[in-house]
């Protein structure tokens, strides 16, 4: 499935599992979005503060840590984001931001993050 919201689009994964990260990014890809990932929360918190950044797919669970502070500091920003995890509910993260649960068909994933990107215009600051 085509997702053209996404195209274009600076996207930032965070998952801590090597198969995971590398499917999500690849997927992202494909549709044309840029993709940056990271494994650890610590790295994450210093990339959501770069220009630019459309949204983020994440894991809660991380090496170093759960999600709860980067979900504040997305939600700070006005990022949109889409917890990918199996953890349900996700403490921690905004109400409105959507929860797909762990294991997921990749397009379901990729559709929730598009329908998030469809209702916002493309940030440039």
Same mark, same amino acid.
């Given at each position: 499935?085509?997702?053209? /919201?996404?195209?274009?689009?600076?996207?930032?994964? &965070?998952? *801590?599992?090597?198969?995971?990260?590398? $499917?999500?990014?690849? =997927? +992202?890809?494909?549709?044309? /979005?840029?993709?940056?990932? !990271?494994? !650890?929360? @610590?790295? =994450?918190?210093?990339?959501?503060?770069? *220009?630019?950044?459309?949204? =983020?797919?994440? *894991? %809660?669970? +991380?090496?170093?840590? $759960?999600? &709860?502070?980067?979900?504040? @500091?997305?939600?700070?920003?006005? &990022?949109?984001?889409?917890?990918?995890?199996?953890? $349900? #509910?996700?403490?921690? /993260?905004? +109400? $409105?931001? #959507? %929860?797909?649960?762990?294991?997921?068909?990749? *397009?379901?994933?990729?559709? !929730? +993050?598009? /329908?998030?990107?469809?209702?916002?215009?493309?940030?440039?600051?």
């Amino acid at each position: 499935m085509e997702h053209p /919201a996404l195209r274009g689009r600076s996207i930032l994964v &965070i998952e *801590d599992e090597p198969l995971i990260g590398m $499917d999500i990014r690849q =997927a +992202l890809e494909r549709t044309g /979005a840029t993709v940056t990932q !990271t494994t !650890t929360v @610590r790295h =994450a918190l210093i990339l959501v503060e770069h *220009d630019g950044l459309s949204g =983020a797919i994440m *894991d %809660h669970a +991380l090496a170093d840590g $759960d999600s &709860i502070q980067l979900c504040v @500091r997305l939600k700070e920003r006005g &990022i949109p984001y889409v917890s990918y995890s199996g953890f $349900d #509910p996700v403490k921690g /993260a905004s +109400l $409105d931001a #959507p %929860h797909v649960s762990k294991p997921a068909p990749m *397009d379901v994933v990729l559709s !929730t +993050l598009a /329908a998030l990107l469809a209702e916002r215009p493309e940030r440039i600051s």
